[in-house]
């Protein structure tokens, strides 16, 4: 599976942004899939991840109820709705895919990784 992440720009804070995340290659809908982000000189920390149905999801305590994560199998594309965006959001933001049906945090747990989309927001 390759994986493509795009949507990232520059916004002020209080704005939103869309991310997606295109898969190439076979289908999707046996992953589970997850965003990950990740600053200059710090660990890659766990966003939001979400089942291979769609069923499940969980968030960051950082941004839930500012973020969405849905996914569109059909299409092999998983999005992520970011409102509300803080300053601290501003880094670059990873999707990953697991070989499991099971969404976790961890970023050792899954298998796949696209290239990061930069997200940037100004106060």
């Known amino acids: 599976v390759q994986l493509q992440a795009s949507g990232g720009g520059s916004v002020q804070a209080g704005g939103s942004l869309s991310l997606s995340c295109a898969a190439s290659?076979?289908?999707?809908?046996?992953?589970?899939m997850g965003w990950f982000r990740q600053v200059p000189g710090k660990e890659r920390e766990f966003v939001v991840a979400i089942s291979g149905s769609g069923d499940r999801s969980y968030y960051a305590d950082s941004v839930k109820g500012r973020f969405t994560v849905s996914r569109d199998n059909a299409k092999k594309t998983v999005y992520l709705q970011m409102n509300s965006l803080k300053p601290e959001d501003t880094a670059v933001y990873y999707c990953?895919?697991?070989?499991?049906?099971?969404?976790?945090?961890?970023?050792?747990?899954?298998?796949?990784w696209g290239h990061g989309t930069l997200v940037t927001v100004s106060s």
């Open positions: 290659g076979r289908t999707i809908r046996n992953y589970a």
């Open positions: 990953a895919a697991r070989e499991s049906l099971i969404p976790t945090d961890s970023t050792s747990d899954y298998d796949y």
